[in-house]
């Protein structure tokens, strides 16, 4: 069964570096989404995209925060400069479509653990 | 906002019922899903309903009442691998906002 797929699972860094998450959605779906869980907390979305361009994108979803699908296959979430509350889980989501205001299924990977110290 | 609420954590026996419930905003919404998070682990999906009514799969139900902006997902003969936490997520505007979910503990 197709699933999506992150890399790195964990990421440690430094604060005040760039970090790149990576993602591999599934391969006949067109929307994908990038979601977070900071620890004990709700997982909160943070953008989706589709059609090489951001659908939409939450408060949390400020200027340090990039997203890119550079080839066929991948979607990268970009952080410029890491500050520590940016620790979290970081989800990869993708569905076949967004459906009519995003009613379709949307399936997760299995997430990247960002530590930032 | 997207104010979903559920309740927080409850303890079962194995082969028992639970039912775990969920208010939502109703302004902008476009369907409910039911996803199952265990610790560590992405959400996984169980169910979806955009119209009112009982949706059943196996083992796992889930209800909507639109105009309540209500939702529930019963979980019936639970096994004790059912033990994790209970996302609700509302979609809409090609997003899925979640409460903060519901914990399952199922005992012996």
């Known amino acids: 069964e197709p699933e999506v797929t992150q890399t790195p699972s964990h990421q440690v860094t430094q604060m005040g570096q760039e970090v790149i998450l990576r993602c591999v959605p599934i391969?006949?779906?067109?929307?994908f989404y990038w979601y977070r869980q900071i620890l004990g907390q709700k997982v909160e979305f943070l953008v989706s995209f589709y059609n090489n361009e951001i659908s939409e994108k939450s408060e949390i979803f400020d200027d340090q925060f990039s997203v890119e699908r550079p080839d066929g296959s991948n979607f990268t979430l970009k952080i410029r400069s890491t500050k520590l509350e940016d620790s979290a889980m970081y989800f990869c989501?993708?569905?076949?479509?967004?459906?009519?205001?995003?009613?379709?299924?949307?399936?997760f990977g299995p997430g990247t653990r960002l530590t930032v110290l | 906002g997207q104010n979903i609420d559920q309740p927080t954590e409850m303890t079962a026996t194995e082969g028992a019922i639970v039912q775990i419930n969920c208010t939502y905003q109703t302004s902008g919404f476009n369907g409910l899903f039911w996803y199952q998070q265990h610790a560590g682990e992405a959400p996984t999906f169980l169910s979806y309903?955009?119209?009112?009514g009982l949706e059943e799969k196996g083992r796992f139900s889930s209800f909507l009442s639109r105009s309540k902006g209500y939702s529930y997902l019963l979980l019936k003969e639970l096994q004790m691998k059912d033990s994790a936490s209970y996302l609700c997520g509302r979609g809409g505007n090609n997003r899925l906002a979640f409460g903060k979910g519901n914990q399952v503990v199922v005992i012996p």
């Open positions: 989501a993708s569905s076949t479509t967004g459906g009519a205001g995003g009613t379709d299924t949307q399936y």
């Open positions: 309903n955009v119209l009112d």
């Open positions: 391969s006949n779906h067109l929307y």
